[in-house]
Structures are given as C-alpha cells and as structure tokens.
C-alpha cells in the first residue's frame, strides 16, 4: 500500500493488510445493514468525519478491495 504524501510513509504487512481489509469490509457491512448491528448514525458519524453513510460505506468497501488486490 502506497500513501501519496512524501512526507508519510506506511508499510502494512500482507496479514495486516488482510486483517485491515476484513475490518473495513465489516464496517462498511455495519454501515449498510438494516438490522439490530446497523451502527447507529452517531457513529457512523464520528467513523466518517463528515461523511454521509452510503459515502463512508463506498469509501470503506472500496479500500478493503484495493486491499485485497494488493495482496
């Protein structure tokens, strides 16, 4: 994973990356679920900074995917 700021930098090894990428695909889960687990719209929330739900649930899907494809 590669972060674009020359001042940042980040490795992540291939199982942090996996677990990293589970983490985000369960959130976005959490996000968008309909049921009893549904995060709650104050965390969602504090999770997205600003971000509407379905924004923070696409951004948190499509990173888990990049991810996944790195690995």
């Known amino acids: 994973m590669s972060v674009i700021d020359p001042a940042v930098s980040v490795r992540l ?3 942090g990356a ?3 990428a589970g ?3 369960e959130a976005a889960h ?3 679920d309909a049921g009893p687990q549904r995060l709650t719209d104050e965390q969602a929330g504090v999770l ?3 971000a509407d739900r379905p ?3 696409g951004w948190a899907r ?3 995917a990049e ?3 790195q690995l």
Do not use: H, V
Request: glycine share 12%.
């Open 48 to 50: 997205g900074q600003g």
């Open 55 to 57: 924004e923070l649930a």
């Open 23 to 25: 983490m985000l695909a």
């Open 62 to 64: 499509g990173l888990a």
């Open 13 to 15: 090894s291939a199982a």
């Open 67 to 69: 991810l996944r494809a």
């Open 30 to 32: 959490l996000l968008e």
């Open 18 to 20: 996996r677990r990293l």
